[in-house]
């Protein structure tokens, strides 16, 4: 017999791949991120999903701090009171949510060896939660880019962002501010500023994970910070936790159907078509505690490039 004819009469690698078990990966999604914002702010619990905010009138209390220091012995001691506001403002939690419909009969026979219902689901979960980061950041109602004060806002000088426009935010959030948030890019062009004049950034290890710093106040990259079409976004600095009347998280515990805190998975039944549904639920919100607590540095270029040789010449 040939050489020839042995190697046709051989188990082909194609025709034995029909017998093997295939190793199988579960879904690989690339939108999942570390949504680092979640895990950097701190989180109040609330009762009935309003959280009531009630500060100082500042002006009037300014006008009314009549407070003497050594007054003479003969003298009238002063007095003053604290006012409040009184039409406080409210936050209610909003609900982002996802309606999951599954076939039975795929359920049933095709989840070995991982199971549909639970993939279906794990997806799906982390698909809010990504919408939780982005609605933290804009939502139009609590939204921390739409809850900024007039003076906390501040302009780029050049369209990069530089380190004097990251100390300009500094000076804004003075009192124990907590961190920088940035899309990735825009790290990376602040970066690109720090090293044409000679300043790395620092970085630290937080939650297992390197982050450069400015001033050492880490830079928390978020994909959320959206560019615009002209190539801009923003830059947060934000001082966090209700003793520090900072920028909080709100969340309600003890959910019908909680997964986790806030986070509620529902059965809602099987319809006439064999398809079962669940309802994915997650409430949060966020609070802005004073004015001074939050500010941002707008116009920043990603892609910004200065010459600098030209500029110094």
């Known amino acids: 017999m040939s050489e020839d004819n042995e190697v046709r009469r051989?188990?082909?690698?194609?025709?034995?791949?029909?017998?093997?078990?295939?190793?199988?990966?579960?879904?690989?999604?690339s939108g999942i991120t570390p949504r680092w914002l979640v895990s950097f702010l701190p989180w109040t619990?609330?009762?009935?999903?309003?959280?009531r905010l009630n500060r100082v009138k500042e002006a009037a209390a300014a006008g009314a701090s009549d407070v003497t220091c050594s007054p003479r012995n003969d003298a009238d001691l002063p007095e003053s009171y604290v006012p409040y506001?009184?039409?406080?403002?409210?936050?209610?939690?909003?609900?982002?949510?996802?309606?999951?419909?599954?076939?039975?009969?795929?359920?049933?026979?095709?989840?070995?060896?991982?199971?549909?219902?639970?993939?279906?689901?794990?997806?799906?979960i982390e698909k809010v939660k990504e919408k939780q980061e982005h609605e933290l950041i804009n939502n139009s109602e609590y939204g921390l880019l739409n809850n900024i004060a007039p003076q906390q806002r501040v302009q780029t000088r050049t369209g990069a962002p530089t380190p004097d426009?990251?100390?300009?935010?500094?000076?804004?959030?003075?009192?124990?501010?907590?961190?920088?948030?940035?899309h990735p890019r825009a790290i990376a062009a602040f970066g690109r500023e720090c090293t044409k004049r000679g300043v790395p950034p620092a970085t630290i290890n937080l939650f297992g994970n390197p982050f450069i710093t400015w001033r050492g106040l880490p830079i928390?990259?978020?994909?959320?910070?959206?560019?615009?079409?002209?190539?801009?976004?923003?830059?947060?600095?934000?001082?966090?936790?209700?003793?520090?009347?900072?920028?909080?998280?709100?969340?309600?515990?003890?959910?019908?159907?909680?997964?986790?805190p806030s986070l509620s998975v529902r059965f809602m039944g099987i319809n006439r078509k064999a398809i079962a549904s669940y309802l994915i639920s997650l409430y949060?919100?966020?609070?802005?505690?004073?004015?001074?607590?939050?500010?941002?540095?707008?116009?920043?270029?990603?892609?910004?490039?200065?010459?600098?040789?030209?500029?110094?010449?």
């Open 10 to 29: 051989t188990l082909n690698e194609q025709a034995a791949r029909q017998l093997a078990n295939a190793t199988k990966t579960r879904a690989q999604w």
């Open 45 to 51: 619990p609330v009762e009935a999903g309003i959280y």
């Open 85 to 124: 506001e009184e039409h406080p403002r409210e936050y209610s939690l909003n609900a982002v949510t996802s309606v999951l419909d599954v076939q039975t009969r795929v359920s049933d026979l095709y989840s070995h060896p991982i199971d549909q219902i639970q993939e279906q689901l794990r997806l799906l």
């Open 165 to 182: 426009d990251l100390d300009e935010l500094i000076a804004r959030v003075w009192k124990e501010p907590a961190f920088f948030i940035a």
């Open 220 to 260: 928390v990259p978020s994909d959320k910070l959206t560019i615009g079409e002209d190539g801009k976004t923003n830059i947060l600095l934000l001082r966090t936790g209700e003793k520090k009347q900072g920028v909080v998280g709100l969340f309600q515990p003890g959910v019908p159907g909680e997964v986790a």
């Open 284 to 313: 949060c919100s966020a609070a802005v505690l004073t004015e001074d607590a939050i500010a941002v540095l707008d116009g920043v270029e990603v892609d910004h490039y200065f010459d600098y040789d030209k500029k110094f010449a």
